[in-house]
């Protein structure tokens, strides 16, 4: 569920197409083609869709999506 959510953020952020292309094991900026600006209105969106607060020290830790999806999922419980 967080996952397929995650997935369809990072799709609509860096207009990706095929929403397949975008795995757990995808690196945001070298797979997925993310600069620094893309990754902070990433970031800000994860923050309103799933109610979270991304602290800068976790935000540069945040560089594959599985880790976004480990780190929300954290938060939520």
Do not use: H, W
Request: proline share 1%; net charge negative.
């Amino acid at each position: 569920m967080v996952f397929e959510k995650v997935q369809k953020l990072l799709a609509e952020a860096l207009n990706i197409e095929d929403i397949n292309t975008i795995t757990r094991e995808s690196n945001i900026v070298q797979d997925l083609g993310a600069d620094s600006l893309d990754m902070v209105e990433l970031l800000m969106s994860l923050e309103d869709n799933f109610g979270i607060t991304v602290p800068d020290e976790v935000a540069n830790d945040l560089v594959t999506v599985d880790a976004i999806v480990k780190y929300i999922e954290a938060q939520q419980k």
